[in-house]
Nanobody
Framework: VQLQAFGGGLVQAGGSLRLSCAASGGVFGFNVVGWYRQAPGKQRELVADITWGGSAHYADYVKGRFTISRDNAKNEMHLQMNSLKPEDTGVYYC???????????WGQGTLVTVSS
């Protein structure tokens, strides 16, 4: 499965962006999919993830501002980001992983820049 992330860009603080991640050459299946981000000089961190059944989990710093969703039929995942802050700046990566095996797959990143 190849994952392709897109939708990043430059936005002012308080604005919104919608990121998307699409799978090709395979399907999401029953795997968990999620978004990670890596800010300059920092480690990659989990932003949000969602199970096949739609159960979502968010990092505390995005709760109430970001919404993750997935379309199992289209093998797409989205991250609606509202009320963006400069500290949300970073490269956002989509990831697919199994909770029962060691299988995982990363997409390439998409850059989000939030100006103050």
């Amino acid at each position: 499965v190849q994952l392709q992330a897109f939708g990043g860009g430059l936005v002012q603080a308080g604005g919104s962006l919608r990121l998307s991640c699409a799978a090709s050459g395979g399907v999401f299946g029953f795997n968990v999919v999620g978004w990670y981000r890596q800010a300059p000089g920092k480690q990659r961190e989990l932003v949000a993830d969602i199970t096949w059944g739609g159960s979502a989990h968010y990092a505390d710093y995005v709760k109430g501002r970001f919404t993750i969703s997935r379309d199992n039929a289209k093998n797409e995942m989205h991250l609606q980001m509202n009320s963006l802050k400069p500290e949300d700046t970073g490269v956002y990566y989509c990831r697919l992983w199994s909770t029962t095996t060691t299988y995982e797959n990363w997409g390439q990143g998409t850059l989000v820049t939030v100006s103050s």
